[in-house]
C-alpha cells in the first residue's frame, strides 16, 4: 500500500469510530479530566524510519496518566538494577481494577502485584534515583524529552486537581509505607506519581515512545541504545500481561499487542518488527492513541475499537 492510501485508509478508520467515543465518558474522579472534549480521536503511527502516518484531532495535548507507569518502570530498573525492583514490586496481573486496594493485604504482605496498577507504581516512583520529587520528576523528563525529541510539561491543572483529590491514592501510599514498600515519604511518593500522570503529549509522541519500547529500548532515529533491551522486554510483557487493567486478557486475545492506557484517554502500544511484517510497518512501529471518552474499565472505547481494526487489518498481533 502506498503512503497516501495509508492515510486515507486511518482517516476513514477514525472518522468511522468516532461514532463509538458516544459508548464512553471522561474520566470524571479527576476534575481537570471530566471537561475534555468527549468527541476527540485521534491516532499516530511511526515507523522504524522516522515515517509517520496520523489522523484526526493529532494536534490536542493530553496528559499521560496512567501510560507514565511503563516509563517509571523502564526508569526504576535503570537506576536500581532488576532484582531490586522486583524485590518490591511483582509481575503478576490481578483481574481487579487499577487502584483497587484489596490484594494488598494478600499477598507477601503489602507486595503490590505489578507495576502497571497504582500501588505498584506508586511503589516504582518511590525507588527512582533522585532526593527530591522534583529531582525524580526532572529525571523522568529528561529521559521523555530524549525519546521525542522536544520538550515537555507538567499540566499543573490535571497535577492539583489529582493532588486534592488523590484519597484512594494516599491510602494505597500509607498502606505501602506500612508495608515497607516505599522507598520515600508518602506524599513524596505521591507527588512524583501524580506529575508523572500529568505530563502532557500528543499522539506523535506517545507513538515515538512506542517506537523505542517496540525496538527493545533502541531509539532508531537517534542511532542509541536508551534503556537494557532486557528491560525492555519486560516492559512489553507487562503491557501484554497488565496494561489494558482488567481487560489485558481480552487485548491481547483480540488485538494482540503490548499496550498500555491512562485515564486520560491515551493508548500507546509498541508493535516489534516480526509482528509489523505484513504490515505498511514491516520493520515495526510505535503508535499513539488518544480518545477521552473511556470505559468503566479506564480504557479508550473509540481508541480501543480504532486499535483493533488497524492491528487486524494489518495483521499487527505479537502471537
Ligand atoms: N492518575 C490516575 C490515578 O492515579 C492514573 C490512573 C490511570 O490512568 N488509570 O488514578
Known amino acids: 500500500t502506498q503512503p497516501n492510501h495509508q492515510h486515507h485508509l486511518l482517516a476513514q478508520w477514525v472518522s468511522q469510530y468516532r461514532a463509538a467515543t458516544k459508548e464512553g465518558q471522561c474520566a470524571n474522579y479527576i476534575p481537570a479530566l471530566a471537561k475534555k472534549d468527549p468527541n476527540q480521536l485521534a491516532v499516530a503511527i511511526v515507523g522504524t524510519e522516522g515515517h509517520e502516518i496520523k489522523a484526526g484531532d493529532t494536534e490536542e495535548l493530553f496528559t499521560l496518566q496512567s501510560v507514565s507507569k511503563v516509563i517509571t518502570f523502564i526508569l526504576a530498573c535503570m537506576d536500581r538494577g532488576l532484582p531490586y525492583v522486583l524485590e518490591r514490586v511483582d509481575v503478576e496481573p490481578t483481574g481487579d481494577t487499577f487502584n483497587s486496594i484489596i490484594r494488598l493485604e494478600s499477598h507477601q504482605p503489602g507486595k ?94 506517545l507513538a515515538m515512545i512506542g517506537l523505542v519500547i517496540a525496538n527493545d529500548g533502541y531509539h532508531p532515529l537517534l542511532k542509541k541504545q536508551l534503556f537494557p533491551k532486557q528491560v525492555a522486554k519486560l516492559a512489553k510483557a507487562l503491557m501484554v500481561t497488565c496494561g489494558m487493567y482488567n481487560a489485558s486478557g481480552k487485548f491481547a486475545a483480540f488485538i494482540g499487542l503490548p499496550a498500555k492506557s491512562g485515564v486520560s484517554g491515551a493508548i500507546l502500544a509498541a508493535v516489534p518488527g516480526h509482528a509489523g511484517l505484513h504490515s505498511p510497518f514491516p520493520t515495526g512501529c510505535g503508535i499513539g492513541i488518544y480518545g477521552p471518552a473511556i470505559d468503566p474499565i479506564g480504557n479508550s472505547v473509540a481508541g480501543v475499537q480504532l486499535l483493533k481494526q488497524l492491528a487486524t487489518e494489518w495483521d499487527m498481533t505479537i502471537f
Open 112 to 205: 503490590p502485584f505489578n507495576p502497571m496498577i497504582n500501588a505498584g507504581a506508586i511503589t516504582v516512583s518511590s525507588m527512582l534515583a533522585g532526593h527530591s520529587p522534583q529531582e525524580k520528576v526532572t529525571k523522568i523528563l529528561q529521559f521523555l524529552e530524549q525519546i521525542i525529541g522536544k520538550q515537555l510539561s507538567i499540566n499543573e491543572e490535571v497535577f492539583q486537581s489529582e493532588w486534592q483529590t488523590a484519597n484512594r491514592n494516599r491510602a494505597l501510599a500509607y498502606y505501602l509505607m506500612d508495608s515497607g514498600f516505599l522507598d520515600c515519604p508518602v506524599e513524596a511518593a505521591l507527588e512524583v506519581y501524580l506529575k508523572q500522570c500529568a505530563i502532557e503529549v500528543n499522539v506523535s509522541d
